[in-house]
């Protein structure tokens, strides 16, 4: 079975964030999909100090929720990272889950899809969707797109429950998402996964 994991960086359990990403979990099930839902925000996870022993050890220096969930990364066939903005923003407690989670894990990423999600009440949505996409984008992730971008509005759950066009676009996300799944492991089977070079890091002009 098909899995997608979920990543709320919100510290609220039942909050505008959580609204979003619930509307997703009824179309993966309806798609038999499964899904799982880690809660950060209300976390506490300290940022990446670049020590660069996880190129060594293949895993955090911090043993805590990141390498935790990097092993359930590894066996997703999707992740959604879902943030409230937090100044324009996603969620600073977040950002320091991610930088870790994604410098330290050795593993492929290739072709697991990729979706973002955020709720602001009024400012700052777009700016934050373009972060979070970045983590995806630079691990060979392709990343699903909806009807709008993937945000929706509201200082309270009963305020996302509301925004009917957020909605909408949380459940047609959920559903190329799905499809993006599915027709990757088809295609996984039919033509294997394409070529990654890795040679060349950091190239000044001198070739050096
Ligand atoms: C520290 C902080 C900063 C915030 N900054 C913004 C902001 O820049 N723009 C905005 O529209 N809402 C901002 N908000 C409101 C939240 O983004 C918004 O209510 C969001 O939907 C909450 O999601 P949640 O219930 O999942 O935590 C901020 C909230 C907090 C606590």
Known sequence: MSKVLIINGSARKDGCTAAALNEMVK????????????????????????CQSCSQKGRCVFDDIVNETAAKFEQADGLVIGSP?????????LLAFLDRLFYSTPFSKQMKVGAAVVSCRRGGNTASFDVLNKYFTISSMPVASSTYWNQVHGFTAEDVAKDKEGLQTMRNLARSMAFMIKAFADA???????????????SFPDGK
């Open 27 to 50: 179309v993966f099930e309806s798609e038999g999909i499964e899904t799982e839902i880690i809660q950060i925000g209300n976390k506490t996870v300290r940022g990446c100090i670049s």
């Open 85 to 93: 903005v937090y100044y324009g923003s996603p969620n600073g407690t």
């Open 188 to 202: 996984k089977a039919k033509y294997g996964l394409p070529e990654i070079e890795r040679g060349s890091f950091t």
